[in-house]
């Protein structure tokens, strides 16, 4: 989608970018002028993403929990592009092990809330926590002083914690925390610092949560659906919009430290 933001001579490395949100991203930020980076541990989705870009695409393997990576993946990113102006900090996700069978503590219970492994909480806050910190701690450094944009992917889950994800919840609250204050750590350093918060989105990941194997909603789906005032799952497209903005210092240029909800009215509606 072709929007009035010219990102034109810009650099952007996007994180998680082989995921269906993230390469919506990495796309958008392409067709309006910059060049991307695109970085996923699963290098084939990455290279699957960029290669429906073109030239101006990078696909990168990199490990957003390991700084050695990271910094294997700046040095490719340099080399091939130069410079880095934006970075958007997608990867993240959820995990089994950090999740409960019920909505509510029920004795007999195959896994509640005592049951939930902390290796499976451990890696959940990692992914997101850390895999926003240290990409940053890696790419920062080559924004400052040249009006750099970090964008951060947080959830509805970190003001509104869902039922059933607990680590998840809690990690996408620290995403939310961290972005405020990186961006008074970086307020008068050239780099502002938001995040989008997307609402119900279909993903690879939670695509078997939300639909049964004939294609049908799952009851979880119909609970997500009431709770949108707009009756639906928002399409990845309609992040973009909130991503432009933000990445152009001439749309949002005073605009840092903000936690933006994307999510068909669900944080404004009490039920009832």
């Known amino acids: ?84 102006d934006l970075l958007i900090n997608g990867a993240g996700g959820n995990n089994p092990r950090g999740t409960t069978d019920d909505e509510m503590y029920d004795a007999d219970s195959a896994k509640s809330f005592f049951d939930l492994d902390d290796s499976g909480i451990k890696f959940v806050l990692e992914l997101n926590f850390l895999g926003t910190l240290l990409p940053t701690q890696v790419f920062a450094p080559l924004m400052l002083e040249n009006e750099g944009v970090i964008i951060n992917v947080s959830s509805m889950n970190a003001y509104r914690p869902l039922t059933k994800i607990p680590a998840y919840s809690g990690a996408k609250s620290a995403v939310s925390n961290l972005t405020q204050w990186l961006a008074v750590y970086f307020a008068k350093s050239g780099i502002r610092v938001n995040a989008i918060a997307p609402g119900f989105f279909v993903t690879n990941q939670n695509r078997a949560l939300l639909f049964d194997d004939k294609g049908n909603p799952t009851p979880r789906t119909e609970k997500i659906l009431r709770a949108t005032p707009m009756g639906r799952f928002g399409e990845a497209q309609e992040l973009c919009g909130t991503l432009m903005w933000l990445a152009d210092n001439n749309a949002s240029g005073f605009v840092t430290g903000t936690v933006i909800p994307v999510d068909g009215g669900f944080s404004a509606y009490s039920g009832v």
Do not use: P, W
Request: hydrophobic share 45%.
């Open 1 to 84: 989608m072709k929007y009035t933001h010219d990102l034109t001579g810009k650099v952007a490395v996007v994180t998680g970018a082989g995921g269906v949100l993230c390469s919506m991203f990495a796309q958008t930020l392409a067709q309006n002028g910059a060049k991307v980076a695109l970085l996923d541990l699963n290098y084939d989705a990455a290279k699957a993403a960029a290669e429906k870009i073109g030239d101006n695409a990078l696909a990168v393997q990199a490990n957003c929990l390991e700084k050695a990576s990271l910094e294997a993946a700046r040095d490719k990113v340099t080399e091939r592009f130069g410079r880095v």
